[in-house]
């Protein structure tokens, strides 16, 4: 099988972009700086990705063997690194996670990576890799962000009632009114009520993406992790009910992890076409049979005890971020390039209100031992 090299890739930015670039940061702040009072959380809280249930420790083996085509960047040689993994929800609220909607976030922290980072004033060996439990987004555009983003700010309180509702897959589809019917944003409106339809399982159960395509050495890829059957079969604590209890994420995975091991694959999917697997459209997922995904490396999280309050510090401190990564995986297409100047400026304005300087850990214990104060 015959795989799109990155050469091939070329990327184009419209005219507008960094004008809508500019307001979307300025909203992001101007919320941001808000909810300091608004949300009752003490502190600036992040965008997307507020609520942590929990950091746990792990270690991540690149698998030995691989064919060339994967044996690319990170996966280049067989190698262990040591990892911390975040779970998270995915919006922009602290509450009872009944009140939250079904978006989560894996968040993975590789320690000792070599080579350059793409975050600029950074050499700390950190390489991120922000995954979340569905293989299509609904924005692919900055002007589709900039005209969406307050309702999706509001997440999931816009969708409490049929008009909020219509309101807000209207303004998807048509780009806050700003699309003609023949540009209407059919993909992204799919993408998004396919996420509404999320079921709640216990973390480890899902199968978590990266939001759109990225370099992969000389290649293009999808990063995809799935739990194996081992872990599958194993989970006990399966059941999450959310009507039932406040915090039955956090429960769940602090059981779970107390009790046994799990792992998980880090699993490659190549663009095979720049067509029929599109590097620019997120919200279209690639079909498998024209590129299957491949095993490219190995999760293991051993049992420990993460119930401690203190976890949950950690885990509000550990900041991941897509381009926290190296050359070699750049991500690619008009969204993970707004989400560079978004994280960046985000994650300034929240270590300014938070007083927090600028430091990645070192390794998972430094990770783990890392609080708010």
């Given amino acids: 099988m015959s795989f799109v090299p990155f050469s091939a890739y070329r990327q184009s930015l419209p005219p507008d972009y960094h004008a809508d670039e500019k307001r979307l940061v300025d909203d992001m702040e101007s919320f941001m700086r808000g909810r300091v009072r608004g949300e009752d959380a003490g502190r600036a809280l992040r965008g997307a990705h507020a609520e942590s249930f929990g950091l746990v420790a792990g270690e991540l083996e690149v698998l030995d063997g691989l064919p060339k085509q994967y044996a690319q960047g990170l996966f280049a040689h067989p190698r262990t690194y040591d990892a911390v993994v975040r779970y998270s929800n995915g919006v922009a609220h602290i509450r009872a996670d009944r009140y939250l909607g079904p978006i989560l976030g894996m968040g993975i922290k590789l320690f000792g990576v070599p080579g350059r980072s793409l975050l600029d004033g950074e050499n700390s060996g950190t390489l991120d890799i922000p995954l979340v439990n569905s293989p299509v987004f609904f924005a692919n555009t900055a002007h589709d962000y900039l005209t969406t983003q307050r309702l999706l700010e509001d997440l999931p309180d816009s969708l409490a009632t049929a008009a909020s509702r219509n309101n807000v897959l209207r303004n998807l589809l048509t780009s806050g009114g700003t699309a003609e019917p023949d540009d209407w944003r059919w993909d992204e409106l799919l993408a998004f009520v396919s996420l509404l339809g999320i079921e709640r399982q216990h973390l480890f159960l899902y199968r978590y993406y990266n939001i759109g395509a990225l370099r992969f050495g000389r290649y293009i890829a999808r990063l995809r992790i799935a739990p194996t059957a081992g872990t599958t079969g194993s989970v006990v604590h399966r059941r999450v009910d959310t009507d039932a209890e406040d915090e039955p994420f956090r429960r769940t995975l602090v059981a779970e992890t107390a009790e046994r091991a799990h792992t998980f694959t880090l699993e490659a999917q190549l663009c095979a076409d720049l067509s029929t697997t599109p590097v620019d459209n997120s919200s279209v997922a690639w079909p498998e049979e024209l590129s299957p995904f491949r095993a490219v490396a190995r999760l293991r999280i051993p049992a420990q005890n993460i119930s401690d309050e203190r976890n949950i510090e950690a885990a509000d401190a550990t900041a991941i971020n897509p381009w926290?990564?190296?050359?070699?995986?750049?991500?690619?297409?008009?969204?993970?390039?707004?989400?560079?100047?978004?994280?960046?400026?985000?994650?300034?304005?929240?270590?300014?209100?938070?007083?927090?300087p600028r430091r990645e850990p070192f390794s998972p214990a430094d990770a783990l031992n890392a609080t708010r104060h």
Avoid: D, F, M, W
């Fill in 324 to 356: 926290r990564t190296r050359p070699e995986h750049e991500p690619l297409g008009e969204l993970n390039r707004l989400r560079r100047e978004v994280y960046r400026r985000s994650a300034e304005l929240r270590r300014r209100i938070n007083k927090q």
